[in-house]
């Protein structure tokens, strides 16, 4: 399948991990203002369809993961951060909330390789994957708050989810910024890994979750959102049904039949 055209990123195929790679260093990766949610949409999108990919790495080039939001703009009152209440509220239903739609819905695992500043959206972007790892460059910041505003994308519903209310609410309410080694304390990062390792390290995981059967892949990610969601009676309901299908399809028995052979 023919890989989307992108503005603002690169994309890189390396078997069936893909490489989403932000390239928009001279505003910092800065997620309004650019073409990144674009890029970022249109990858999402192609990966659903296709079921060669089982696995999407983020990261930035540069100096930052993503600084955010454009903070000129909003001095200014340009571009995403222009107009009436009205407008703006449409502004962010059309522009930047597009992004946590689209990550919820990608079908595969995203690992965030975050090289460096990861601020307020940029931070939130790197909370909507699926694992997160910091270079020793990287440091996070909840931000919003220090610019009189609130996470317009989403960020408060994703942080708690990942670390619990109380430091979520901590880090949201004072908009302090921390360290990749604070981030690993807090349990929003996995691994801390000096800069020149990060992307070898995101490969070798990805990699490994590749090489599992691919199909089981996205069924398992697929129930690794519902459970966010669901009660436990629906959730195993829907369990029974998703192993049902498991077992029959193909990948499922060359599965087990490469398991045994490497027991004997």
């Given amino acids: 399948m023919k890989q989307p055209k992108l503005s603002d990123a690169s994309l890189v195929l ?3 991990v893909a490489t989403l790679t932000f390239q928009r260093h ?4 800065a997620l309004t203002g650019t073409h990144l949610g674009d890029d970022i949409i249109s990858v999402v999108d192609w990966i659903n369809a296709n079921k060669a990919i089982s696995v999407l790495v983020l990261t ?4 930052a993961f993503s600084a955010g939001g454009n903070v000129k703009d909003m001095a200014a009152r340009e571009g995403d951060f222009s107009g009436d209440v009205e407008t703006q509220a449409e502004l962010y239903r059309q522009g930047i909330q597009r992004i946590p739609l689209a990550m919820q819905k990608l079908e595969v695992p995203v690992i965030a390789a975050v090289n460096g500043a990861a601020i ?3 931070f939130d972007l790197a909370n909507m994957c699926d694992i997160r790892l910091a270079s020793t460059k990287a440091k996070f910041g909840e931000t919003f708050i220090n610019l009189g505003i609130i996470p317009g994308d989403g ?5 708690q989810r990942l670390i619990g209310y109380q430091r979520a609410a901590e880090l949201t309410f004072t908009g302090r910024i921390i360290s990749a080694e604070e981030a690993l304390e807090y349990g929003v990062v996995l691994e801390v890994v000096e800069a020149d390792r990060l992307l070898a390290r995101a490969g070798e995981l990805a990699q490994e979750m590749a090489s599992k059967p691919a199909h089981a892949v996205r069924m398992t990610k697929r129930l690794m959102k519902m459970a966010q969601r669901q009660q436990l009676p629906d959730f195993l309901d829907v369990c029974a049904v998703f192993q049902g299908i498991c077992h029959n399809n193909p990948e499922h028995l060359v599965a087990v039949e490469k398991m045994l052979s490497s027991m004997k």
């Avoid at 001279?26 to 990766?29: E, G, K, L, M």
């Avoid at 960020?155 to 942080?159: I, L, T």
């Fill in 120 to 122: 307020g959206a940029g």
């Fill in 14 to 16: 390396d078997g069936a």
């Fill in 26 to 29: 001279d505003v910092r990766n």
């Fill in 60 to 63: 930035g080039e540069g100096s």
């Fill in 155 to 159: 960020g408060a519903w994703f942080m």
